[in-house]
């Protein structure tokens, strides 16, 4: 199938969830994942075309599968449209590891200070998938850590 009709089927998909949310009170996300839908340009026609959606911004997902880390320019782009972040670390490639924070290779303290220097004070989510409770705490304080200073 081609990009052009890949992209119109999610387009119509989407219009109709946004509809049927809209009605109840409920907005729609729609989070980057990697492939197909991992950049400003890859989603911006989506989100362009369905009006009241908002980005799910999972900075772990920005670092695979691709060539260059795409973070920073879905923070730059969609800052207005940001509506929840998943953060976790990985070494990039295409396993979604869900690593604690620092255990892989993103810059996430520097996403963090992005996501706050442009103003963004929403929900972030820890996707630390580890049987060790240790990894997903080390994440949190890592997180306030590079959190409070920035402010």
């Known amino acids: 199938m081609d990009e052009r009709t890949i992209v119109q089927r999610n387009i119509d998909s989407l219009r109709d969830v946004a509809e049927i949310t809209r009605s109840v009170g409920v907005g729609v996300m729609i989070e980057n994942v990697p492939g197909r839908f991992n950049s400003a340009v890859q989603l911006a026609p989506i989100l362009d075309a369905i009006h009241g959606s908002a980005l799910h911004l999972d900075i772990g997902h920005c ?54 220097a442009r103003g963004y004070d929403d929900t972030i989510t820890l996707e630390v998938f580890a049987r060790d409770r240790h990894f997903p705490t080390s994440s949190r304080d890592r997180l306030r850590a590079w959190w409070d200073p920035a402010a």
């Open 63 to 116: 670092n695979l599968s691709v060539t260059q880390n795409t973070a920073g320019e879905l923070i730059e782009r969609f800052i207005d449209r940001l509506a929840h972040v998943h953060l976790h670390d990985n070494r990039g490639g295409h396993a979604d590891l869900h690593l604690a924070l620092g255990m892989g290779n993103l810059d996430v303290a520097g996403y963090v200070r992005q996501l706050r």
